[in-house]
């Protein structure tokens, strides 16, 4: 079992510390995690552990926590520590009992399935939704455009639940993002004037690209779509939140594929406005 941290100006919690910046975590390709299941879902998914402090105390209180504090006693680049440094380098207001450093994971995107590409998307609550869902959708992969909140910061990562170690996520240029989505069918969601999204042919080749909740899509977005895809509604709401319309979205894409053929088109509504 390696010794106990117990300084705050030790190098190994000031690197730690230093992960909170953006700067540090691309130069670094690497991010933070915190809590026994982030932790837990990380390692079961071969991920490595750059480094880790735990305080054991509160580990053996939570639930699977005991299972998880003899993975850590064996692991070489974690270390015990006391409740008081734990606090320094977390991201929450109540420390998790362990916070650790993992690399970005480098997923290549497989297979066939729908792309998604998220546009000056910058709630990082949303953005991690967005992640959770198109990963439970089976996505293939996720990009973010430049302008778009780090995918990687502590806040995306915890409303993430476990995503990023399961899907192809890059934060890419748009000539980057232009090559990945070559030959696919490009929808953009939007408010207005887009055909409704079960009249779409979810079974083809498809990108899919959602804009921010603030402003909606820039013009690079827009130049990249061939064809625009929207939410029809019923009631008297103005508008829906940019994650829950991605789960509409994606989930009936998945029901396509999973069928096999598309589903028959419903009756036209009111379009409903992808907001925050």
């Not at 932790?39 to 939570?62: D, T």
């Not at 990009?143 to 990023?164: E, I, Q, T, W």
């Not at 589903?263 to 925050?276: K, T, W």
Request: overall charge positive; charged content about 20%; proline content about 8%.
């Amino acid at each position: 079992m390696s010794p106990q941290i117990s300084s705050l100006d030790n190098p190994r919690v000031r690197e730690l510390r230093a992960l909170h910046r953006r700067s540090v975590r691309y130069r670094q390709r690497a991010f933070l995690i915190e809590g026994v299941r982030l932790v837990e879902e990380a390692l079961s998914s071969g991920l490595p552990l750059h480094l880790a402090l735990y305080v054991p105390e509160q580990l053996q209180k939570m639930p699977r926590g005991a299972a998880l504090l003899e993975r850590l006693a064996a692991c070489r680049e974690a270390f015990s520590t006391t409740p008081q440094v734990l606090r320094s380098v977390s991201d929450t207001v109540t420390p998790q009992g362990v916070v650790a450093a993992v690399p970005f994971p480098e997923r290549p995107p497989q297979g066939e399935g729908l792309l998604l590409v998220l546009d000056r998307l910058r709630d990082p609550g949303n953005c991690g939704t967005i992640l959770r869902t198109a990963e439970a959708a089976g996505v293939r992969a996720v990009y973010l455009s430049p302008g778009s909140v780090d995918p990687f910061s502590p806040k995306v990562v915890r409303a993430g639940m476990g995503a990023h170690f399961r899907l192809a996520l890059r934060v890419a240029s748009w000539a980057e993002i232009a090559a990945e989505v070559a030959g696919r069918q490009v929808l953009l969601a939007e408010a207005r004037a887009g055909r409704p999204y079960d009249q779409v042919d979810w079974t083809l080749p498809t990108a899919l690209i959602l804009g921010g909740e603030a402003e909606g899509a820039g013009a690079e977005a827009r130049a990249l779509a061939a064809g625009v895809v929207s939410i029809p509604m019923a009631g008297a709401a103005e508008s829906l939140n940019v994650a829950v319309a991605a789960g509409i979205l994606l989930f009936e894409a998945l029901r396509q594929r999973r069928a096999g053929r598309p589903v028959p088109p419903s009756e036209p509504c009111r379009s409903a406005s992808l907001r925050g």
